[in-house]
């Protein structure tokens, strides 16, 4: 099975700090995505990045920033951590378009 | 503005009955469709998926119905298990969108009760 892990399950930080959030992915998947999850909102995209070194911004990219220097890894930055910012993050990925998405278990992020 | 939507925040459903999940979208470019499950303090998972080519298409317990025309889907759960206690996610790509990308709905929170 497809594993994405997620390294941290909850995270608490303050108001202007830099925050990483990393997602590491043990299938050889192509592409990779970040979604926020918020009440009421459902998932919305952040970015995406369908290769090494590339990344497309989703629709919501305004604070946020990604790094994928390897295949398997893909961070989401946090350049300066504000409150609107405190919400669920879940990392995907899939071998290619047209597939389903495999979630890792998500970050919880509490800004304070 | 949110292209797919899940009017229903919330559904309860006694174990062994009919669960209908519905799902609206507003982008007539949407061609494939997902429906994804997911358990608190997990991320969702994938359950089940129709091409627009197709008007329904059944997996065990799971169904799922697409009317074009109407710009709807619908997920039934056959019979209802407690275990099927879930927020259920609709999602759609765009067949002009090469990469794919994926709209989610807001959830319904679905209780099935003993």
């Known amino acids: 099975d497809v594993k994405v892990t997620q390294s941290s399950r909850y995270l608490v930080k303050r108001t202007g700090e830099k925050v990483f959030l990393e997602c590491v992915q043990d299938?050889?998947?192509?592409?990779m995505f970040w979604y926020r999850q918020d009440p009421g909102l459902g998932l919305r995209l952040i970015y995406f990045?369908?290769?090494?070194?590339?990344?497309e911004k989703g629709d919501i990219p305004e604070g946020y920033s990604v790094s994928r220097e390897k295949k398997e890894r893909f961070s989401l930055i946090l350049e300066s951590a504000s409150t609107n910012q405190t919400s669920m993050y879940l990392c995907?990925?899939?071998?290619?378009?047209?597939?389903?998405?495999?979630f890792g278990s998500g970050t919880r992020l509490t800004v304070v | 503005d949110q292209q797919v939507k899940q009017n229903s925040p919330s559904l309860s459903v006694q174990e062994g009955r009919i669960s209908i999940l519905n799902c609206d979208y507003t982008?007539?470019?949407?061609?494939?469709f997902l429906w994804y499950k997911k358990y608190p303090a997990e991320g969702p998972t994938f359950l089940i998926s129709?091409?627009?080519?197709?008007d329904k298409n059944e997996d065990g317990r799971f169904t799922v119905f697409l009317n074009k025309s109407a710009k709807h889907l619908s997920l039934h759960i056959v019979p209802s298990q407690p275990g099927d206690s879930a927020v259920y996610f609709c999602?759609?790509?765009?067949?002009?969108?090469?990469?794919?990308?994926?709209?989610f709905g807001a959830g319904t929170q679905v209780v099935v009760t003993p």
């Open positions: 995907a990925s899939r071998p290619g378009v047209h597939y389903g998405y495999t």
């Open positions: 299938m050889d998947h192509e592409n």
């Open positions: 990045s369908y290769d090494v070194k590339m990344k």
């Open positions: 982008n007539s470019m949407f061609d494939y």
């Open positions: 129709i091409s627009s080519i197709k």
């Open positions: 999602a759609a790509s765009e067949a002009t969108d090469s990469w794919g990308k994926l709209q």
